[in-house]
């Protein structure tokens, strides 16, 4: 069956992308149903880049890694995208199972590192050329919390070359403040670095976990790209699925993965 999607839900989404979608339902252990897409055919868009924070950073996300790893395998393998950014995609877990290594691993060997740093990978196909990539380290910090960095990688792919950013905000609301100077201080270096590698602000996509509604806004007001925000208005819909680990979600479900073309 189609489950809560519906075939006219479906239909609707297919239409709207001008490309034929189709899928299947699976069933999460907590019983949600989520609609597992299979790869479209090669459109007309640029590259399709993908962020996921695959939660090996706190506990909770530790404990359930070992049953939640195969989808994002499956997941990944069915949209393929050329550039994959990660957020807490830690080698290993606190728990000693083997985290991002594992998950290449995983993929058949189709990804590579194009660099990471506590937890915030940037991953591209085997066909995608890296120039150059590092890391942002904001000064910016929540007391008592290490330094949230960023990471950056400048792609060649499908023959135009691309700045990604991947990015991990400080979370919670006691932290309003520091979010927004450390996004501040973020999005200042990328200026900088967009500059030195000659690129136009429409050439740069920031992905990741922004942990608050106004730091993803400010992407936009620089000129750059937000894969979120792109994403709102072409795949998001299908990836939006609740991820299971709390009780009582209150608001909306989490996006556990965005794809954006």
Do not use: M
Not at 11 to 29: F, H, M, Q, V
Not at 50 to 76: D, E, H, M, P, Y
Not at 210 to 236: C, H, I, M, P
Not at 250 to 258: C, S
């Amino acid at each position: 069956g189609h489950g809560k999607w519906g075939k006219a839900k479906i239909s609707t989404l297919a239409k709207r992308w001008n490309r034929p979608y189709e899928g299947y339902i699976t069933t999460t252990g907590n019983g949600y149903q989520v609609f597992e897409p299979q790869r479209p055919e090669p459109g007309p868009e640029w590259f399709d880049l993908a962020t996921w924070n695959i939660g090996l950073g706190n506990k909770t996300g530790i404990k359930t890694w070992v049953s939640r790893r195969t989808r994002i395998v499956r997941k990944i393998d069915l949209t393929q995208p050329e550039v994959l950014c990660l957020q807490e995609a830690y080698l290993a877990t606190a728990a000693g199972d083997a985290g991002l290594t594992w998950l290449i691993t995983a993929l058949d060997g189709q990804y590579k590192i194009a660099t990471n740093r506590s937890g915030r990978a940037i991953l591209v196909r085997k066909d995608v050329e890296v120039e150059s990539a590092g890391i942002i380290a904001p000064k910016a910090r929540a007391l008592g919390h290490p330094v949230k960095y960023a990471t950056w990688a400048v792609v060649r792919v499908n023959g135009q070359r691309a700045f990604i950013v991947n990015v991990h905000a400080q979370a919670g609301k006691a932290y309003g403040q520091t979010r927004k100077t450390w996004v501040k201080q973020v999005h200042a270096e990328v200026d900088v670095l967009r500059i030195k590698h000659k690129f136009a602000r429409s050439h740069v996509f920031l992905a990741g976990d922004w942990n608050g509604a106004e730091a993803r806004a400010s992407a936009k007001n620089y000129g750059y790209v937000d894969a979120a925000l792109q994403a709102k208005a072409t795949f998001a819909q299908v990836f939006k699925s609740h991820n299971g680990w709390k009780k009582g979600l209150k608001k909306g479900p989490r996006i556990d993965y965005v794809l954006a073309g």
